[in-house]
């Protein structure tokens, strides 16, 4: 599956010790953060594409194509305007023992308040570390919701430039401006792409081995389990451009990365093959689905309090269509699971994760499902549908899953 690109940051600067920036905690470069990357000039393939400079990561990032180095430009959209105070070029692992000088050197940044294609001003040129990671501080601080980065030069590789990570630090000038109800067709690297939005929850298909997609949505970042013929089964986290024009993403299987998935809205009529078979396919929910034909459901939008097992009242509407989903198999044994990311102890994560499955358990006998249908497992930190080194795949990893007692 899928493919994709990045950008950066924002202000008048000066070079700031890594203690000071230390203490700001969101980095607003980061697909969990419901940044976006709408374009970089060249990348090498999915796996060292220009999204890896948002994914909290240095395990992987962007690499140029062979004999384009330089010049390179990364345009990246904020989910609101942003007064960044401080900011990283990381070029921690980049490939310096076999490509000597591939990390990034010269650039300049921009930041615009206006719009993706206009607007934008010079606000720091500078120099970024042979490998290392680098920290600036803004002396003055401008607002912004698109930024420009423009890599220049690198320390002397002559076919390629590698940066591996990008960060931004600052506080919103002002809220998320309320999103649009997701919906629609997208061409995507994996077929048209059909989306809906009821609430938080997001359902929908796609034309790639009869794809089908559930999950939740902030009206921003998308996070979904999809199921294709064969059986498969993965997940996504896809950020969905202020405009609703452009989606990008990463795409998960078997706890592993696997390429990017993007696609840009279509307005020409086109409608996705999958889209009548999924709704006349009334009698089904996406979880009933996925029950039926892989054998289990990974299901999020069933929220708890923070290092509890209590379940959060945002979370009815996903536990009302996984409690019709069970009603509608009375005679189906099912086993809830809760799964944890690898924050904390093992031995933590395991009593966490056993403790919300039995919370879910109670919430379904409460409201009608016969004890002897349900079990309650817990599987802690051991079962990632994602990698746990980067925000993304942490919030994919915190999850309930359904599955059929074997």
């Given at each position: 599956?899928?493919?994709?690109?990045?950008?950066?940051?924002?202000?008048?600067?000066?070079?700031?010790?890594?203690?000071?920036?230390?203490?700001?905690?969101?980095?607003?470069?980061?697909?969990?953060?419901?940044?976006?990357?709408?374009?970089?000039?060249?990348?090498?393939?999915?796996?060292?594409?220009?999204?890896?400079?948002?994914?909290?990561?240095?395990?992987?990032?962007?690499?140029?194509?062979?004999?384009?180095?330089?010049?390179?430009?990364?345009?990246?959209?904020?989910?609101?305007?942003?007064?960044?105070?401080?900011?990283?070029?990381?070029?921690?692992?980049?490939?310096?023992?076999?490509?000597?000088?591939?990390?990034?050197r010269r650039f300049k940044l921009h930041v615009s308040k206006q719009s993706a294609k206009e607007g934008f001003k010079l606000i720091y040129e500078g120099e970024a570390a042979k490998g290392q990671r680098k920290g600036f501080t803004i002396?003055?601080?401008?607002?912004?919701?698109?930024?420009?980065?423009?890599?220049?030069?690198?320390?002397?590789?002559?076919?390629?430039?590698?940066?591996?990570?990008?960060?931004?630090?600052?506080?919103?000038?002002?809220?998320?401006?309320?999103?649009?109800?997701?919906?629609?067709?997208?061409?995507?690297?994996?077929?048209?792409?059909?989306?809906?939005?009821?609430?938080?929850?997001?359902?929908?298909?796609?034309?790639?081995?009869?794809?089908?997609?559930?999950?939740?949505?902030?009206?921003?970042?998308?996070?979904?389990?999809?199921?294709?013929d064969g059986p498969q089964i993965g997940t996504a986290v896809m950020v969905l451009t202020l405009d609703s024009g452009f989606l990008n993403g990463l795409w998960y299987e078997n706890g592993r990365y696997q390429g990017l998935w993007y696609?840009?809205?279509?307005?020409?009529?086109?409608?996705?093959?999958?889209?009548?078979?999924?709704?006349?396919?009334?009698?089904?929910?996406?979880?009933?689905?996925?029950?039926?034909?892989?054998?289990?459901?990974?299901?999020?939008?069933?929220?708890?309090?923070?290092?509890?097992?209590?379940?959060?009242?945002?979370?009815?509407?996903?536990?009302?269509?996984?409690?019709?989903?069970?009603?509608?198999?009375?005679?189906?044994?099912?086993?809830?699971?809760?799964?944890?990311?690898?924050?904390?102890?093992?031995?933590?994560?395991?009593?966490?994760?056993?403790?919300?499955?039995?919370?879910?358990?109670?919430?379904?006998?409460?409201?009608?499902?016969?004890?002897?249908?349900?079990?309650?497992?817990?599987?802690?930190?051991?079962?990632?549908?994602?990698?746990?080194?980067?925000?993304?795949?942490?919030?994919?990893?915190?999850?309930?899953?359904?599955?059929?007692?074997?």
């Open positions: 599956m899928r493919k994709l690109s990045i950008l950066f940051i924002v202000l008048a600067v000066l070079f700031v010790s890594t203690s000071a920036i230390a203490a700001e905690k969101v980095d607003r470069l980061d697909i969990a953060s419901g940044a976006v990357l709408i374009s970089a000039t060249t990348e090498y393939n999915q796996k060292w594409a220009g999204m890896m400079l948002l994914d909290g990561s240095t395990d992987m990032g962007w690499c140029s194509k062979k004999g384009s180095p330089y010049p390179n430009t990364f345009l990246i959209e904020l989910p609101n305007s942003v007064a960044i105070s401080s900011f990283y070029i990381d070029n921690t692992n980049a490939q310096e023992s076999g490509y000597p000088g591939i990390s990034a002396a003055r601080s401008v607002p912004g919701q698109w930024l420009k980065l423009e890599v220049l030069s690198n320390w002397g590789d002559p076919q390629y430039t590698e940066l591996m990570e990008l960060e931004a630090y600052g506080e919103p000038v002002k809220a998320m401006i309320a999103p649009k109800p997701i919906k629609g067709v997208y061409d995507t690297n994996y077929g048209l792409m059909w989306l809906r939005q009821s609430g938080t929850r997001i359902e929908g298909c796609y034309d790639w081995d009869n794809g089908r997609l559930t999950g939740t949505t902030d009206g921003r970042v998308i996070r979904f389990q999809w199921t294709e696609g840009t809205q279509v307005t020409d009529g086109r409608m996705p093959k999958c889209r009548q078979a999924l709704e006349s396919n009334t009698k089904k929910d996406a979880i009933g689905r996925s029950l039926d034909e892989v054998g289990r459901a990974i299901i999020y939008g069933i929220y708890f309090d923070f290092d509890a097992a209590t379940i959060s009242p945002d979370s009815e509407e996903t536990l009302i269509r996984l409690l019709k989903a069970i009603k509608a198999r009375p005679n189906v044994k099912l086993v809830i699971e809760g799964h944890t990311d690898s924050e904390g102890s093992d031995a933590y994560n395991q009593t966490l994760s056993e403790k919300r499955a039995q919370s879910v358990v109670s919430w379904l006998v409460a409201h009608g499902i016969a004890s002897q249908q349900l079990s309650a497992k817990g599987f802690g930190e051991s079962r990632p549908v994602a990698g746990n080194g980067r925000p993304d795949g942490r919030a994919l990893n915190r999850r309930v899953e359904i599955s059929v007692a074997k």
